[in-house]
């Protein structure tokens, strides 16, 4: 049963978020570029700290893990989405769609055969289980993305075609994930007399086709009402973010409401959104929508340190640590190298490393993850799925700044000049 929260405890709470916050405010700069440390791995180590150290919190009193999770992590996803959409060149998904088919089609199907044959080798699970947890960690995640490719450090030292190429990819494939996720799910949960049928009907025409005619309507109907409004001078520049944020809780919510993929509707609003939305306006907020994103993604990798299974880490063993390993090593990079040729927007070898190297896996990854727990009854997907994002949050974290200095550092002048 559900308790009430310590009101000690809520300050206590409240004292580490924050001072997470103020110690990364203050030396951001240091954190990343002579730590190699990133906000991700400071707020799991507070929770870590939080939870299982000294015991402060026990989340479970609170709500279901999967509860929690579902409403926290859609949330934290659909701001980042939204806040990745408008970061983007205007109509970016349009104009550099020939390099996203290939990120969101071959790379990513690559990437989930291969987490999948990796779990079901070294895990020996069931086949669909194995499809079901590689579908969980297929997509990039946009809110670890973020801390690599925005602000004034990834601007140094990336081009902007590998940093605007990445944060798309994360953002249109977190929501294209849904229907190799539902694929398995449905063959282990039958709820209906055909699941194949079903998946292929209402998953991919419903799911995920209305998701994006509504998020891109939405979105551009949003973007004329907000012209509207600057014209008759009936909101003030100040309204700029709050009226993002409304666009995004509108769509999150309405889109779940009518049975379809809120989160791939919330990136699609954002591109429809930024098809008239000018730079200077989408752009008028950017340092206030940072700190918004900083302060959900600390909030989420708080709660994922909470809740993180030590003892079933512990008795899974060295094949645990083996295969997040293997999936950190093989699940993207070799792919990319092989595609790396049939990308028009990445130039040389060096584009084809760093990309295919970083492709972190975070924030969806837990939405999937529990929910298909939750749906299945199979906590085994819960234990390896969080033991992988555990070991992604780690090393794309630690490896992000210098290996941006090292893609700078053997890059050509006139190629690094050239950022489009």
Known sequence: MAQSLDPTKFNIALLGLGGILFLYGLLSR???ERLYLSAPILAVCLGIVLGPIFNIFNPQQWATRELIFEEITRLAIAIQLVS??????????????????????????????????????????????????????????????????????????????????????SGLNDGLAYPFVFLPLLILIPSHPNPIVHWLTVTLLWDVGAAI????????????????????????????????????????????????DGILAVFMAGVGFDLVI??????????????????????????????????????????GLALVVAILLLRRLPAFLLLN???????????????????????AAIFY???????????????????????????????????????????????FENRQ
């Open 30 to 32: 240091y954190i990343k």
């Open 84 to 169: 990745t959409a408008l970061r983007l060149e205007k109509a970016y998904p349009l104009h550099r769609w020939r390099s996203l088919a290939i990120l969101l089609g071959p790379l990513m199907l690559a990437m989930w055969a291969v987490s999948s044959l990796l779990i079901y080798w070294f895990l020996g699970v069931d086949l669909w289980v194995a499809l079901l947890m590689g579908a969980a960690i297929a997509p990039t995640d946009p809110v670890l993305a973020s801390t690599i490719v925005t602000g004034k450090f990834a601007e140094k030292h990336l081009p902007s075609r590998v940093r605007n190429l990445l944060a798309a990819e």
């Open 213 to 260: 005619i509504f998020g891109l309507l939405i979105g551009y109907l949003a973007a004329k009402f907000l012209q509207w409004g600057q014209r008759k001078k009936t909101m003030d520049k100040q309204s700029f973010l709050a009226y993002v944020v409304a666009l995004t809780l509108i769509v999150l919510g309405g889109i779940k409401l009518i049975g379809s």
């Open 278 to 319: 000018k730079a200077s306006d989408r752009l008028q907020e950017e340092n206030v929508q940072d700190a918004f994103d900083l302060i959900t993604t600390t909030v989420t990798f708080t709660l994922f340190g909470l809740f993180l299974p030590w003892q079933e880490w512990l008795s899974i063993g060295w094949q």
């Open 341 to 363: 040729r049939f990308i028009p927007h990445t130039q040389g070898y060096k584009d084809a490393l760093f990309m295919g190297w970083f492709g972190p896996i975070g924030v």
């Open 369 to 415: 993850a529990n929910l298909a727990a939750h749906e299945t009854g199979i906590d085994l997907i819960w234990y390896f799925t969080s033991l992988i994002v555990m070991g992604s949050v780690i090393v794309h974290g630690i490896t992000a700044a210098p290996f941006s200095v090292l893609y700078e550092q053997h890059s050509e002048p006139h190629s």
